[in-house]
């Protein structure tokens, strides 16, 4: 019993990590911008299949870097070109297009690649298990774990100590008066949401090492994200990361007692959260209120 | 017994201190003019007798009554009505539209789905008199987002009279005005004085417009009182000068 | 009467003249009435949304969760409880709206893009919900088995099944209950303070309107209409699937919106026109109709977001 606990909440926090980076991107694009990405899955799924395309060329740890790169550009593309206009209108648009862009991402992905899944090869030593006692510790989860908590730590990093991270927490609090202090926030925006961007990316590449890739595999991780940022609380990134390792660690729970609901629990926290603290564990009062 | 009194407040956002242990009485039918420098507090001040939102320290009273703890669209119920530093209004309506919904809400028509035709004339008469009042009267049909600034204004006061308050916050109602402008919304002011029993509370940088106005004055500097006094006495007080100086009136 | 009055009659006039002929003009248009019935519906759906987004100024994203729950409330009551058509619509009808206005509750304590996004949420509960319970609710392949029953007048019935032509017109009749019911609810006191939040929403509060609550009247509101028209799709398809509960379908409800003009009362149905019609064509040339559709929207978002009627109408008051 108690292995099925451990090896259920392993799991759970695996997921939680994968949704954590996830709803971090996420989330930053939300503060600054003030845009919900609908688009957020679609640039996983694009990460994802570049490197399918990359991996024969560059191989499994050349496409992890580059792959997620090129999705930010094709981010910074996207929001230079249609995003950007929005900035100041009622978010209502902000939402409806991303909406919008989603459609033609996973249509257009289903027009190049197919509808059907396609494998990203994975390096043979990030295949093995840890040992057969815990066999679903696999090399690649851990790998993804570990990717995943040096990536964040990374942001962590650049938010508190590099200029410009300084610059976009300011502008999550008072946009107005950082452009007054003469940054030039149009640059920042796109910082900002080229960093989101690279973690959707990254998520799409370690998605399919770890799933295949198939041209719907953005939905299934969006709502999760979204959830994360409720639960976590709106404006707090570290809410958002909480957020996210507690709804993965709570459905692995559930799983051990009642399997089937273990998708539905994270909506049961969230209609908790909503109750008991609207403003989410780390939010503050007044957050986007 | 005084119409507001306020006691201690003081507000905190973070480690910022707005507003620090204001403790002031407004008698009933007084003009008081708040001032000071930028930053001075003055909004929050407003913000909190107001209640947009709840004070970290300290109690507001209101005809004698305790009001800190009540919700802002009930201390309009109350008798209190504000207009904002940057003029809030309905943009897309018209003038007569923007005072129908104030007078509709004012008159407790709020969750009505109709009205019969002897209320309906009566709510048209009280509007007709509001717009007389802030001499807006051949405006009625105008769109109030197109308007000048100055008439803007004068429709937001004139919102605010709709609700029958006797105690108004009139937050820089001179604003980017020119001369001609701030004349006319410092008449009108006076005029609401004289005519209707209303206690106002002015926060304003136009000296000219202070001095002409005022009762008494009260001046905050970096969220605490500096002093309190007729003009006059004001006028020849050394520290707030001090705290003007560099500052133009 | 002033021109204007005149004038608004005049519009009035026409549309409904155009709603009564429809199973007769469509077809000179290679239309034909189911299309109408279902555009009908959706158009209901796109104004009730509208009722919430377009005058309260309150953003939902997550409608169609009460569309979808009054499509399975009906065809369930259909299915299990009695064989009539006035009895389903009426059970989808409060399902949905209750459901609907006991999560407002919830909903409402928070604003702008942080509701959208609870909303969002809160639809896909549904979504999953009606994707999991097999046993009630036929899972992916959705709810089948129940079909719309004849009106029963005594001495007579009404074949709504069979007959295209008779349906299209009940269908009408209820949008015409529906739809003249929103219309007095807006220009009523409480429609005005609605508007009036929709403008200003500070200076509402600071008028004496308890904004949370006039907000969740809205929503309630809008959430009885969306049901209502969610149980009459039902009928229209004599089925009921979890697509009826996704966030796509709320997105497709605001498009429409938003293509026909937000801020107008008619601008939806129009929308919904433009909207049913061109998918109905997109999807039967090309295979790739998503991305089109995608297409449209970005495109109406990027260079038409006043919409169709918004752009007829400078200034709309109240």
Known sequence: MLELIFFNVTNGLIVGAFYALMAIGLSLILNLSGVINFAHGGFLVIGGYL??????????????????????????????????????????????????????????????????????????????????????????????????AIVVALLFVLLRYTRVGVRIRAGTLDLETV??????????????????????????????????????????????????????????????????????????????????????VMYVIMAIVLLVRPRGLFGEEGMLA | MSVLEVRNLTKRFGSLVAVHDISLTVAPGELRAVIGPNGAGKTSFFNLVSGFFAPSAGSILFDGADITGVPAHRRVGLGMARTFQITEIFPELTIFENIRIVTEVAAGYRLRPWLNRSEMAELRHRIEETMALAALSGKADRVVGEMAHGDQRAAEIAMALALKPHLLLLDEPTAGMGDQETYEITQLIRRLHKAGHLTIILIEHDMRVVFHLADRITVLDQGRLLAEGTPQEIAANEAVQTAYLGQAA | MTADQRKHLAVLAAIWAALLFAPYWMPLFGGYTA????????????????????????????????????????????????????????????????????????????????????????????????????????????????????????????????????????????????????????????????????????????????????????????????????????????????????????????????????????????????????????????????????????????????????????????
Not at chain 1, 83 to 90: A, F
Not at chain 1, 237 to 248: A, D, K, P, Q
Not at chain 3, 260 to 274: D, E, S
């Open chain 1, 179 to 264: 452009a007054a202090l003469g940054v030039n926030v149009r640059a920042l925006r796109s910082f900002n949401f080229a960093v989101g961007i690279f973690l959707a990316g990254l998520a799409g590449v370690l998605a399919g090492g770890q799933l295949g890739l198939e041209p719907t595999m953005g939905d299934g991780l969006l709502m999760p994200s979204f959830i994360a940022i409720i639960v976590g609380g709106v404006g707090s990134l570290t809410g958002t990361l909480v957020g996210g390792l507690l709804i993965g660690v709570a459905a692995g729970l559930t799983a051990v007692v009642f399997p089937s609901a273990s998708d539905a």
């Open chain 1, 51 to 148: 490197a399918y395309v990359l991996t024969p060329y560059i191989g499994f740890w050349g496409a992890l870097i580059v792959s997620p790169l090129l999705t930010a550009m094709i981010g910074i593309a996207v929001e230079w070109l249609l995003i950007r206009r929005l900035y100041g209108r009622d978010p209502l648009y902000g939402l409806l297009l991303t909406f919008g862009l989603a459609f033609i991402i996973e249509d257009g992905t289903r027009q190049i690649w197919g509808a059907n899944g396609l494998p990203v090869s994975v390096p043979a030593a990030l295949m093995s298990s840890l040992s057969s006692r815990f066999f679903f510790i696999t090399g690649y989860r851990m790998f993804m774990v570990a990717t995943v």
């Open chain 3, 35 to 318: 299309l109408g019935s279902r555009v009908l519906v959706l158009g209901l759906g796109a104004m009730s949304l509208n009722f919430l987004l377009g005058f309260t100024g309150v953003l939902s994203f997550g409608h169609a969760a009460w569309f979808g729950l009054g499509a399975y409330a009906c065809g369930l009551a259909l299915k299990h409880i009695a064989l009539s058509t006035p009895l389903g619509l009426l059970a989808g009808t409060l399902v949905g709206g209750v459901a609907g206005a006991l999560l407002g509750t919830l909903l409402v304590r928070r604003r702008g893009i942080y509701f959208a996004m609870v909303t969002i949420a809160f639809g896909q509960v549904f979504y999953y919900i009606a994707f999991q319970w097999l046993s009630l609710t036929g899972g992916d392949d959705g709810l089948r088995g129940f079909a719309r029953q004849p009106l029963h007048f005594g001495l007579f019935q009404i074949d709504l099944l069979h007959n295209d032509i008779y349906f299209y017109y009940f269908v009408l009749f209820c949008f015409a209950i529906a739809v003249g019911l929103m219309a007095f609810i807006l220009r009523s006191p409480f429609g005005r303070t609605m508007i009036a939040i929709r403008e200003n929403e500070r200076r509402a509060r600071f008028l004496g309107i308890p904004v949370e609550l006039h907000i969740w009247i809205a929503f309630a509101l809008s959430c009885f209409f969306m049901a209502f028209a969610g149980s009459l799709y039902a009928l229209l398809n004599n089925f009921a699937d979890p697509r009826m509960l996704h966030y796509s379908l709320s997105g497709d409800f605001v498009i429409m919106a938003v293509m026909g003009g937000m801020r107008t009362f008619w601008g939806p149905l129009l929308g919904a026109i433009v909207f049913v019609v061109l998918q109905d064509y997109i999807s039967s040339v090309t295979v790739n109709w998503m991305s089109f559709i995608g297409l449209l929207i970005v495109l109406v978002v990027l260079f038409f977001p006043r919409g169709f009627l918004g752009m007829l109408r400078p200034r709309r008051a109240a």
